[in-house]
T-cell receptor, first 112, second 116 residues
Framework: SQTIHQWPATLVQPVGSPLSLECTVEGTSNPNLYWYRQAAGRGLQLLFYSVGIGQISSEVPQNLSASRPQDRQFILSSKKLLLSDSGFYLCAWSVGGGGTQYFGPGTRLLVL | AQSVTQLDSHVSVSEGTPVLLRCNYS??????LFWYVQHPNKGLQLLLK??????LVKGINGFEAEFKKSETSFHLTKPSAHMSDAAEYFC??????????????FGAGTRLAVHP
């Protein structure tokens, strides 16, 4: 069966510091991968999606970037964190573009 | 463009009573619809999905939802609430997108509280 992992589970970072969040999927090949952000009391916002290695599309302009160095690995990064980057970050995967999306456990990021 | 409206931001029920979480959608074609549940500080778990097969969809943990095209609704129900059902529930519609995937449009969420 397929599983999706995210780490770390919780992260507290100072403003201006770098960020790296990792997501890995097991049990499937060539998945579509997604990064979402959930701000406090708000719905989910799609940040990035990827249909293959090295193929990243951004939904909204922001202080973040994403990379997909391996088929089942998706990384969310920032060179300098802002206070507004605080939130709950969720990774998801699907089989192909039309498949149901399955979500990871999330990373809670607090920028102080 | 697709959109989703969850009609209640908060719903409170007593344990053992029925649950109704309301969702209306807007779509120019036959959509795919989903309900996800999120427990505190957890990821989203798929409860059920509608993809143009049977209009009454059964999901996990005793939940079900009925697709009503004439009313553009996809309400989530459960006959008897359990304390463990307390969570936030998201109604989601899948939008066709030419960039290689189906974009998910999320409702704002309904927080379900279950009282003893």
């Amino acid at each position: 069966s397929q599983t999706i992992h995210q780490w770390p589970a919780t992260l507290v970072q100072p403003v201006g510091s770098p960020l790296s969040l990792e997501c890995t999927v097991e049990g499937t090949s060539n998945p579509n991968l997604y990064w979402y952000r959930q701000a406090a009391g708000r719905g989910l916002q799609l940040l990035f999606y990827s249909v293959g290695i090295g193929q990243i599309s951004s939904e909204v302009p922001q202080n973040l970037s994403a990379s997909r160095p391996q088929d089942r690995q998706f990384i969310l990064s920032s060179k300098k964190l802002l206070l507004s980057d605080s939130g709950f970050y969720l990774c998801a995967w699907s089989v192909g573009g039309g498949g149901t999306q399955y979500f990871g456990p999330g990373t809670r990021l607090l920028v102080l | 463009a697709q959109s989703v409206t969850q009609l209640d931001s908060h719903v409170s029920v007593s344990e053992g009573t029925p649950v109704l979480l309301r969702c209306n959608y807007s779509s120019s074609y036959s959509p795919s619809l989903f309900w996800y549940v999120q427990h505190p500080n957890k990821g989203l778990q798929l409860l059920l999905k509608y993809t143009s097969a049977a209009t009454l969809v059964k999901g996990i943990n005793g939940f079900e939802a009925e697709f009503k095209k004439s009313e553009t609704s996809f309400h989530l129900t459960k006959p008897s609430a359990h304390m463990s059902d307390a969570a936030e529930y998201f109604c989601v519609v899948s939008d066709l997108f030419s960039g290689g995937y189906n974009k998910l449009i999320f409702g704002a969420g309904t927080r379900l509280a279950v009282h003893p």
